[in-house]
């Protein structure tokens, strides 16, 4: 219901998944990459963790669909039908309701109004993996559009209460709650690469050493997109890990996050 107080801040990623055909290659690719175990889960798929805590999970079904490979992240909601009703309100598709994967809860599974997966959710006392710029953490999910304002648009209305930062041409821009904590981002994909790079939400994971990073992502079978791009939040390059979920490998710098 409205105004429980949770576990967790509401508008960012409570829990990330990471959905393939294959576990070949992941173990030894987010060892190297970004520090994670790869272990036996509950029987549903495995989890990725940290020092043994929950980081993400990873869902093998050699069946799957290709739309559902990559990275999917559930933004956590206040009151979960509520939030699904704003989403589609502004023109989001409900795919499926399910619950999260390896943590307890409830969730729904959506498409926003340009086509890309995101889920909502309500995760159960102490389930939810919150944003962290902890090294090997999730710390942020960016949702990136070939229509910025139009972005931006869905977003407020997703969740209303959350400000923008203003917006800065080429640049990553967060959504914020009343505390000031980066949420979201929101960036508008280059016009030369919309052809082949259709509208998704980037998972961004901490990582000490940016360069260091996007070596071993390609020493341990994975492909570099780009690299060594830096601006006021750090450094980032963005990898294909080899089942083929894609992120954004940053090294935090400043205070933006």
């Known amino acids: 219901m409205t ?6 801040p509401v508008g960012a990623s409570v829990w990330q998944e990471l959905r393939v055909r294959s576990l070949d290659g992941l173990a030894e690719f987010y060892r190297a990459v970004l520090g994670l175990t790869l272990e036996a889960g509950d029987g549903r798929g495995v989890l990725l963790t940290a020092s043994g805590d929950r980081v993400a999970g990873v869902i093998a079904d050699p ?3 290709e739309a559902e490979i990559g990275w999917h992240v559930f933004l956590g909601a206040d009151d979960l039908a509520a939030a699904v009703a704003r989403a589609t309100a502004a023109g989001a598709t409900v795919v499926r309701t399910a619950e999260p994967m390896l943590i307890e809860g409830e969730a729904t ?3 926003d109004p340009f086509g890309a997966p995101f889920g909502l959710a309500v995760p159960a006392p102490g389930q939810a ?3 962290s710029t902890e090294l090997g953490r ?3 999910v960016d949702p990136t559009n070939h229509d910025l304002e139009a972005q931006i648009a869905f977003q407020q209305a997703l969740f209303p209460s959350d400000a923008h930062d203003p917006i800065v041409p080429h640049e990553v821009c967060f959504f ?3 505390e000031g904590l980066a949420l979201r981002g929101s960036y508008e994909v280059a016009e030369e690469v919309r052809p082949f790079l259709p509208p998704h939400w980037l998972p961004w994971f901490s990582v000490a050493d940016q360069s260091a990073a996007i070596d071993a992502a390609a020493a341990a079978g994975g492909t570099v997109n780009t690299r060594d791009n830096v601006n006021g939040f750090g450094t980032w390059g963005v990898v294909v890990d080899p089942g083929g979920g ?3 490998a940053l090294q935090v710098a400043g205070s933006a996050l």
């Open 3 to 8: 105004g429980i107080s949770h576990d967790y």
């Open 63 to 65: 069946e799957l669909a």
């Open 109 to 111: 599974w959506l498409l």
């Open 129 to 131: 993996v919150p944003v």
């Open 138 to 140: 999730m710390s942020l």
């Open 176 to 178: 914020r709650n009343a």
């Open 246 to 248: 894609v992120f954004k």
